[in-house]
């Protein structure tokens, strides 16, 4: 199979693309029997090679969102420099019915600019802090992407087929004169290369005085929210200068100010229904049949806090940086600094599993509040069924926990261990005493290369993973 | 320009360790304060008075051998880049211990010291987190608290005690006054004497707020600290001769326009709910410039503080 290196799109980005073949093979899980083998479908690097607008810089291509749309067809990325990248999937031949599919560059546009806020003297950071898709209504697909102020609702529609025949323009497109016209044509559509165009259609400005967290569509379709630290906006769709304030923790005084909101989602089903995670570690359920102003929870989720843990990290290691409902909508899943907890809806007082994602760290807090790192905010992810939870840690591992068979394992998103028929292999960090072969110690690991984002399929056992500038696409093989 | 997150292009530099500790850590905490007060239009609300913040740390014995403030001003402000390839900041040294809360009361000072600069770097940055701001805060108002009980917080000596010349008291004062004027909350002395383990020697009333978007109100926690407010006004009477004058008899020029700064900046601005947004829009210096200049300056200070 040959792969080009280069791949030319309409609107002329240049990408390397690098794709693996997929080979089958048999993976070793941590404890036997192996039921899943996780290989490696492509790795895509942002490697800007067409001019930019902005001064290309190696920071501005690290990828700050992943999100799949509802039908896992296309996956988009956000990056600190504003674009969007949509990545579709390769549709299955009948020639080569082993070959999965594979998700091929589809569209990329400069969603966010950097801005300054001349009132505050401020600047304004163009990076895209979340990307939600809505549910495909027609031929073209719609998304949200955000910065830290703005929302702006984007169409990404197809094109392979223009006019040809006009009357009063020849075929380069310059008038003609009328009086040279003396017969009429119909024009008819004629097949053209395939562009792939988005273009603004909303912008959502001005509502949000701190950074916008995140974002979330309704099930209704109509509506969405974007959070930010202190307030939750409501907005319609179709309504760019108006948006409902329907949480609001500020403080009347901001010097009492001890708790912000980390994040926020919708009920995927009952449209009446969000919640909302603080810096605390608690979960706010709220219900905007109960009133126009939801300050007043209906649930709350907290967990108390274990004495024998306690340390003066405790709070900022309990702040929770995301929260996701299964796709059930009977569960939520939280994420904050060690652990990734699952609650059921119905219990507030504690959640019914709890993960430990990387508890080896809990010794080395004072090192990670010192260089920063505990205020990381990882990201957590279902798989279709709600059945598998996956989350980033460091040294570019990511963990999967299975909730039935209790069953977890760590992987990597490296490209050394990412080449052609690579299978990912099982990691482990080595907490002390002896290190075995293929452990990694504690002290080894790479601080600077952590997984926040991550996404899953909605239907199938594909996951992306952004480490850093590289975009990792992985499949499992059900033996 | 994509906005690369960092505080710097490269971390503050730090002043080596010297053979006296204090020094480094009079210059680490100072030059956080400075800074922050010559970009005050980003920087809300100061951790008190700076000229009281000078005057703690540097007074305040260490043992010898105690670890230097390694600091996370190397880390701060990094988000998904920035200085954090090992666990250990580079370059700076190490100092936290590997265990998980530094129990000891020497390390929690520096956990206390480590956080006040990472609270005063945030404010540079083109707009703080707000998130992180608000934990490190909860952070060293939990660590205070506990210090409060312990009654760890040092105790003047009386060589120590705030020989400064009367006039730059009377010109804070004049700034706290005009302080609790306008807004309804006043600052609150309290907590930032105890938090910089400021020997609250120099514990003026109503100074000017702590905290990035401000503090409780002082009638909370100033009465957790009469004996030291006694002996500050003690001290102030008393006016024998110090050491400490000494110290700052030479940057008359650099506290009076930070006093100017001070009282300019504090009389435009109202506290209270807006007090990132205020400060942004009240007087300010261009960004940028001001802010080198500022740096050059207060290079300028620290040396004559530090040698002196």
Avoid at chain 1, 38 to 65: E, G, H, K, N, R
Avoid at chain 1, 265 to 277: D, G, K, R
Avoid at chain 2, 125 to 148: D, F, G, H, K, Y
Avoid at chain 2, 174 to 195: K, N
Wanted: glycine share 6%; charged share 25%; proline share 7%.
């Amino acid at each position: 199979m040959n792969y080009p290196d280069e791949i030319t799109y309409g609107n002329k980005e240049h990408f390397r693309l690098a794709s693996f073949s997929l080979p089958s093979s048999l993976l070793h899980w941590s404890k036997p029997p192996p039921s899943r083998t996780w290989t490696v479908v492509m790795t895509y690097q942002q490697d800007y090679l067409s001019p930019c607008l902005y001064p290309l810089s190696a920071l501005s291509d690290i990828i700050s969102t992943v999100e799949f749309n509802h039908t896992g067809e296309l996956l988009a990325t956000g990056d600190k420099g504003g674009r969007v990248v949509i990545f579709q999937r390769e549709q299955e031949s009948k020639n080569q019915v082993h070959r999965r599919g594979e998700y091929n560059v589809y569209s990329t546009f400069q969603s966010h600019e950097p801005e300054f806020d001349y009132l505050k003297s401020l600047e304004i950071e163009e990076k895209i802090n979340k990307i939600r898709w809505l549910p495909q209504q027609n031929a073209a697909y719609f998304l949200l992407s955000t910065n830290d102020k703005t929302v702006k609702l984007w169409k990404v529609s197809e094109r392979d087929k223009r006019p040809e025949g006009y009357n009063l323009k020849d075929e380069e497109g310059r008038l003609r004169d009328p009086a040279t016209i003396t017969t009429l044509r119909v024009p008819v559509l004629r097949p053209m290369d395939l562009m792939v165009e988005a273009t603004p259609r909303r912008v959502f400005a001005n509502a949000h005085t701190y950074h916008i967290n995140s974002i979330s569509v309704n099930s209704d379709y109509e509506t969405y929210m974007s959070a930010d630290d202190l307030r939750i906006n409501l907005w319609n769709f179709e309504i760019t200068n108006q948006s409902f304030n329907i949480v609001d923790i500020k403080p009347a005084n901001m010097e009492e100010l001890t708790e912000v909101i980390t994040a926020a989602e919708f009920h995927p089903h009952h449209c009446n229904t969000f919640v909302y995670s603080s810096s605390k570690g608690t979960i706010r359920l709220c219900d905007m049949r109960a009133s126009a102003l939801c300050d007043r929870h209906t649930k709350f989720f907290e967990e108390p806090e274990d004495p024998s843990n306690r340390s003066f990290f405790s709070e900022i290691i309990s702040s929770i940086s995301d929260v996701k409902f299964s796709h059930s909508g009977r569960y939520i899943m939280t994420r904050d600094y060690l652990t990734v907890k699952v609650w059921d809806l119905n219990m507030e007082n504690r959640p019914i599993e709890t993960y430990q994602v990387h508890d080896y760290l809990r010794s080395k807090l004072c090192s990670l509040y010192e260089n920063d790192c505990i205020f990381d905010k990882f990201e957590c992810v279902w798989n279709g069924s709600d059945s598998v939870i996956m989350t980033g840690s460091y040294n570019n591992f990511f963990r999967m926990f299975d909730r039935n068979t209790k069953r977890d394992v760590t992987l990597e998103a490296s490209r050394e261990n990412s080449k052609p028929r690579a299978i990912l292999k099982p990691r482990k960090v080595c907490v002390g005493g002896k290190r075995r072969k293929d452990e990694i110690s504690v002290d080894s690991l790479d601080f600077s290369k952590k997984i926040l984002h991550t996404a899953w399929h909605p239907s199938e056992n594909i996951i992306a993973v952004a480490a850093t500038n590289n975009l990792y696409i992985f499949q499992d093989k059900v033996n | 320009m994509p906005h690369l997150g960092l505080l710097h292009p490269e971390p503050l530099p730090l002043r080596q360790p010297t053979a006296d500790p204090s020094n480094t850590v009079l210059s680490q905490s100072l030059r956080g304060l400075w800074v922050l007060v010559h970009t005050s239009r980003r920087g809300g609300r100061l951790h008190g008075d700076p000229l009281w913040v000078l005057r703690g740390p540097a007074l305040r014995p260490r043992p010898s051998g105690s670890p230097s403030l390694g600091g996370g001003a190397g880390g701060a402000g990094g988000a998904d880049a920035g200085g954090q390839g090992t666990m250990f900041a580079r370059g700076l040294k190490r100092k936290c211990s590997e265990e998980e809360a530094p129990a000891d009361p020497l390390q929690r000072q520096s956990l206390l010291d480590m956080s006040l600069v990472k609270l005063q770097l945030c404010h540079m940055l083109a707009e703080p987190n707000l998130c992180r701001s608000v934990l490190i805060a909860n952070t060293v108002r939990q660590i205070q608290e506990e210090m409060t009980q312990d009654g760890s917080w040092c105790l003047p000596g009386p060589q120590t005690a705030g020989r400064l010349p009367r006039d730059r008291l009377v010109s804070t004062e004049i700034l706290c006054r005009s302080a609790r004027a306008g807004p309804p909350q006043a600052p609150d002395p309290a907590d930032l004497a105890s938090a910089l383990q400021a020997v609250p020697a120099i514990q003026v009333p109503g100074a000017v707020p702590a905290g990035p978007w401000g503090r409780a109100g002082p009638g909370e926690s100033r009465g957790g600290f009469p004996r030291s407010l006694d002996q500050v006004f003690e001290t102030l009477e008393s006016h024998s001769p110090g050491t400490v004058e000494e110290l700052f008899s030479d940057v008359d020029g650099p506290y009076y326009d930070l006093d100017a700064v001070l009282t300019g900046m504090v009389g435009g601005a109202k506290s209270g709910p807006e007090g990132l947004e205020t400060f942004a829009s009240a007087a300010a210096p261009p960004p940028g410039t001001g802010c080198k200049a500022d740096l050059g300056e207060l290079d300028h200070v620290v040396e004559i503080l530090v040698e002196t």
